[in-house]
């Protein structure tokens, strides 16, 4: 091996040159330069773009809402034919099983509404009958289709906190950015378009 800056003949295991001292048997390499690729850059711009989601407005919500109670009526109609052939058995009768079955049958509806919500809303459909024959969905605040668990806590949420005090809880969807009610609020979720529509 010879060194490369005096010339001298070095053996091939020598690390410094006999002749003038400089390191020899280590060619430096040079690091080549790394260009991003680009296909890869663009695919990581384009997933960590954020999903732009088209929010759904307070009318076309409440439009959604009245398809929505035609089966709630049906249901109630439906419980309440029991409820009045036991008033009119104990009609003369100072028995407690009218009262009682009221209670029940409350009860009742309010697991159904609870559970139909709460299964369609976490459905593929992401959203009750109304909502799907309008092109809605419920969505977490990504966009995303929300669990049960979720579903259950916000009809909770919308039963409970923005139904009361005049349904002023509703009325927040037309003043929010993300057109939420108080229980989207409380659950963050949002309800959109569908991209389809």
């Given at each position: 091996?010879?060194?490369a800056q005096c010339g001298a003949q070095n053996l091939s295991e020598a690390k410094f040159c006999v002749g003038c001292g400089q390191a020899v048997g280590i060619a430096a390499t040079p690091v080549a330069a790394t260009t991003p690729n680009t296909t890869t850059a663009q695919t990581l711009?384009?997933?960590?773009s954020p999903t732009t989601l088209n929010y759904a407005g307070f009318?076309?919500?409440v439009v959604a809402a009245l398809i929505d109670f035609v089966p709630y009526v049906?249901?109630?109609g439906v419980l309440a034919v029991p409820y009045f052939l036991v008033v009119a058995a104990f009609e003369d009768s100072d028995s407690a099983i009218p009262t009682l079955l009221m209670v029940v049958l409350c009860l009742a509806f309010a697991v159904f509404c609870a559970l139909w919500e709460a299964f369609f809303t976490s459905?593929?459909?992401q959203g009750t009958p109304g909502k799907k024959i309008l092109g809605l969905k419920v969505t977490n605040l990504d966009g995303e289709r929300i669990s049960f668990v979720?579903?259950?806590s916000r009809y909770f949420a919308k039963a409970f906190v923005s139904s009361q005090c005049l349904n002023i809880g509703f009325l927040f969807v037309p003043?929010?950015?993300k057109k939420q009610g108080l229980h989207d609020m409380i659950c963050s979720t949002v309800v959109v378009k569908s991209k389809d529509e």
């Open positions: 091996m010879f060194c711009s384009n997933d960590s009318w076309i919500r049906v249901v109630m459905s593929a459909w979720r579903a259950c003043f929010t950015a």
